[in-house]
Each structure stands twice: as C-alpha cells, then as structure tokens.
C-alpha cells in the first residue's frame, strides 16, 4: 500500500489543480477577480474558507476540507469524494484519486482511460475537450457532460503527474447548478491532500489453492477459502482480532444461494422458506427458495431478523457498486436486477460495551430465462463489527480488503475453463432430465385425457368424440338431463 510519491510536488501543485479547474470549466474573469473570502489558515496546509470542516482520515491517508454538512467518503482504494448530499451520492460531488504508475504516461492519456472508464459506466458519457497544460508537474483537463440517476450533469477533471505517479481530481454537478457550484467545488479540490496510511497491513494468501491474496491488518486471524457449493467458486474471508471483539467478512456471494419463488414450485409441494434441492444430483447444494430482498433488505430481513439487540443507525445506497460491467451485463443481457447499500448498526457483543457494525451489501436478481418468471438471485457481503472506540479502524480494514482482494490470473483462467468442463458434463444431464420431464407430462396428459373421455361416456351416455360434435351428442342437446343412473334426473329436477 506504500505509494512513492513526492509529497511536497503535490502540495504545490494542488492549487494549481484547483484554479485550473476553474479555468478549464469557464468562470468568467470577473468570478475569478472577485475578492477571495475571508479565510482561516490550517498549521502547515491549505487555506480554509472560514466555517468549513476539516475531515481527516489518517487510517487511509487523506484529509479534505469542505462546506459544513457535506458528506466525505472513501469508494476505493486511493479514491475518495466529497458531496453536498447526506446521502453521499446526489447533488454536486468533488473526487480525487491517487495512483502509481508502472509505466511512463501522459497525462492527456490518463484522462483519455478515465474517458473511457465513465463511458462503461454511463452510456451517454461525452468528452467535450481534453488539453494538457504545464510540463512539471504535467497537468491535462477534461470537460464532459453525462446522466446520472438525478439527471443531466457537467463535469470538469484534471489530471497531474510526476514521476511515477498520477493523480486525478474533478468534480460535477447538475447541470442547473453547475455554475453556481463551480467555484465552492474547486476550493474543495484545492485541500485535498495525500499522506502514507496509517493503517498496518500484510498481504494473505489463501492457502489450498492459492487463489487470491488480500490485505489483512498484521495482527488479525484469518480464515481465506474458496469452496464450489454451486457452479461456480465461492470466496470467502474471514478475519479476527485476537481479543475476538472485532472481526470482519468478504462474501462474493454469500452462501446460501436464493430460488425464487413460483407456482411451478408450490406445484411440487416446495414453498417459500423451504431449500430447493434440484441440481443436488449434480453436486450443486440446495437453495433456500424466497423472495427477493434488495440491498440492505438482505440484512435486515434475513441476516438481523428476530435480533432485538441491535439497532439500526444508518442506511445508504450505494449506486457506485452497480455501475461495473458484470452488473450491467445482469441489467442489460439477462434482463435481470442489481441493487447495492450500506447500513450500519449498534449492538451488544456478550458482558463487552456496545459494539458498531457494518454491512455493505450487493445483490443481484436473475429471471429464469426461458419464462421470465421465478429465477435465482445472490448477495455479496461486506461486514466488519468492533468496539466502538476500534471501530474506524476496523471499518478502514474493511474498506482496505475488500477492494484489494486480488484474484491470482492463473487460478482465475483454469476457474474458468474447468467452470466450461463442468457446464459440458452437466448439459447432457440436464438435457437427459428434460425429456424425461416432459416424457412424463405428455403421458400425464394423455392419461387425463383418457380419463375426461370416459367420464364423459358415462355422464353423458356418449360413445366417443370420433363422431364428432352435432351428432354422437345430438341426443343431448335439447335442454333434457340425462338419466345415466334411473331416477337420478328427477332428483336434480326436484331440488332445482
């Protein structure tokens, strides 16, 4: 996690970032030439606008400032925003990403990738114009106009480099309120700052197969494991604090797997809450048939029900964990659902003081794709629990494993052809089941049939349908009852 890097070249260069986004967005000269607010000076950093908050973040090693009621939060490792939002992802957003480089690059090229990387995420993504400017640092600006979930938006990003390393800054707002907002989120970008993260970490490798590393704080247990209860692999991690108050989980997915559920299944005797065994045969394990629960519903309706020692402080959405192209492959090719958010909570862990949790969770709903209806859905977890006063620790290793989870290439490769082996073995299977399946159903049908038509001999006192209609029911089409049992025709009549 140690990025090399020459501090004091950022900290020059970062007001110059800050006005040249300014510039590069288009304020007007006499914006510019306007006398600058009153300002409080920070010991050894950026000015201040006076009344702003000062966030800082040691464990992973930035500080902003911002606008009292603004909202800071990390989305990956090296990124982090600030926005106007409680809620963290609406409104005006500032952002800013630093980075190592394992080649020479230019800035403009960096901005063309970061171009392309928001073009994946938003179809209508559109670079107005990319330039470079300076040679030390190096500095490119991008313009660009996008939609997100609340509308139309405008975005301004700059880019710097030096040496052997980049950093990226911008920020965009509704395109009604970009004007307006373009100043306060430029002196935003202006205090961002870089330093080592605090947090101590050592990489761990799952053991038996040697599938993925991940960054665990030094000290903690662990537990890594990837295990095939479906087709394809499960990764799970498990970590805890020696003294066991703390601990934390990286599901992708979660076991179990979810049926949804349909008629075709209450048909079979197989309810809501019951597992659903099919695919058993072919080692697949059941899945637990319910409903779909989005996002945070997942916790709260199935991992916390019945649980009255904790209580709920927090929900967000978390519309950034949706945005990547496997999910908009669920969203787009398979017609299916992706929803993703975070809650955090307070509860007591045995004789210890309360404890906070957290839980960041996606999930991801897929119909059955020949009826469109039932089909499966999964969820993939994030969880950390700690004292309070650990807490922010806690949640920072959280934050630092679940983004830096690496696949190893190679296991990742073989995954996938055996994943491709297996599909083959089990197609003829499947396919095998299926003519049995319908095999049955045909005979069930003509057994049915069988039994309607000889039904109707007897009621009816017709010999078949081979004479067709009008002639071998002509006799009974004339409003009388039929009398296929003596003295049953009176009967009716009286009690009608």
Known sequence: MRIRISRRTFLAALPAAGWALVRGAGVPVSARAAPAPRVQTAPRGPTIPRGWIVHTNPLLGFAAAHPRGWTVRPLEPGLFQVNDRSNGWAGAR?????????????????????????????ADFRPVWVRSTGTRPEAGLL?????YTDGPRKAAIACLVVDD???????????????????????VVRTFRFVPPALRVRLAQEP??????????????????????????VIAVAATHPS?????????????????????????GLHEGEWHTRGAGVGVEPSLIARYHPDTRYVKDLLLRGRTDIALIRRGDRPDLTLGPEQEAVRTLMQGRVDAGEIEYRWKFGDAPAHLGKAIVMTQMVPDPATRKGGAWEAYLRSCFAPEADFPATDAALFVAGNFLELDPGWYA???????????????????????YAETMRRRGEATLRFVQRWGSLVQGAAGMAGGAGRDYGAVGEGRLVDAVPGLAPLIQEAW
């Open 94 to 122: 500032v952002y800013a990403q630093i980075f190592a480089l394992k080649r020479p690059a230019r800035a403009a090229e960096i901005l063309d990738l970061v171009a392309a990387l928001f073009g994946t995420a938003y």
């Open 143 to 147: 313009r660009a106009s996008f939609t």
């Open 414 to 436: 073989g995954e996938f052809r055996a994943f491709a082996e297996r599909m083959e073995l089990i197609r003829p299977i499947s396919a095998e089941l299926h003519a049995f």
């Open 244 to 268: 066991g108050n703390a601990g934390l989980e990286v599901s992708l997915p979660r076991r179990p797997l979810f049926t949804l559920p349909h008629p075709s299944l209450e048909q079979m």
């Open 165 to 187: 390393a980049a950093a990226v800054y911008g920020f965009d707002a509704p395109a009604g309120v970009y004007g307006a907002r373009r100043n306060i989120l430029a002196n």
């Open 208 to 233: 038996i197969e040697r599938a993925f590393r991940v960054p665990l704080p030094e000290e903690w247990r662990a537990t890594l494991s990837v295990s095939r209860p479906y087709l394809a692999p």
